[in-house]
């Protein structure tokens, strides 16, 4: 009951857009395969689990989560995609927003890290940020590490976010990095 309290509550920190037609398609990394829709595709290990169909606890903004495999601990690292209306904005500008966000609902907010890094939006590399961070949802929760990516298309803004306890095994935080930096915006 733990796992799925938490999982709810990170996704309800993250609100975004609907559900799409997926298709798997099989990248560069054998453990890896691209999970793809209509509006983006991402690098998800092959024993994760998909989670596409959310009840009504569920944001509806949320677009796809993905869920490690590891069932033994109290918080499953997770990777989550939501779609906000956004309006015209740079991919810089929608971070920065999200950020301020961040920083005013997660209690303990911290920001480790912000990168530059370049992903994939309509088919042009484009300037992004990676923002990595921690901070808990609510007083009686871990604290939790996030790393997010930001895109912005056709006036939706996408937040592919990294959820982890900040003890989480280096193997499951690079695997986080890499789902959340290959993000493509179709």
């Excluded at 927003?97 to 209690?107: Q, R």
Aim: overall charge negative; proline content about 4%; aromatic content about 12%.
């Amino acid at each position: 009951m733990k796992k799925i309290l938490a999982l709810v509550a990170l996704l309800i920190a993250f609100s975004g857009c609907s559900n799409e037609e997926t298709t798997p398609e099989q990248g560069t990394n054998p453990t890896y395969y691209v999970y793809s829709t209509n509006s983006f595709s991402l690098e998800v290990p092959n024993d994760w689990e998909v989670i596409s169909q959310f009840t009504s606890d569920y944001p509806t903004n949320t677009l796809v989560a993905f869920r490690n495999n590891i069932k033994e601990q109290d918080f499953l690292a997770n990777v989550n995609i939501v779609g906000n209306t956004v309006g015209e904005i740079s991919n810089g500008d929608y971070a920065i927003e999200m950020l301020k966000k961040h920083s005013e609902t997660l209690i303990d907010y911290t920001l480790l890290e912000q990168k530059e890094v370049e992903i994939f939006v309509g088919g042009q590399l484009t300037p992004a940020y990676r923002n990595y961070f921690e901070g808990r949802n609510s007083p009686d929760t871990n604290t939790l590490k996030f790393i997010q990516v930001y895109a912005v298309k056709d006036g939706i803004g996408y937040i592919a976010t990294a959820s982890f306890l900040p003890n989480e095994d280096t193997f499951v935080t690079d695997t986080c990095v890499n789902m959340v930096e290959s993000l493509e915006i179709k």
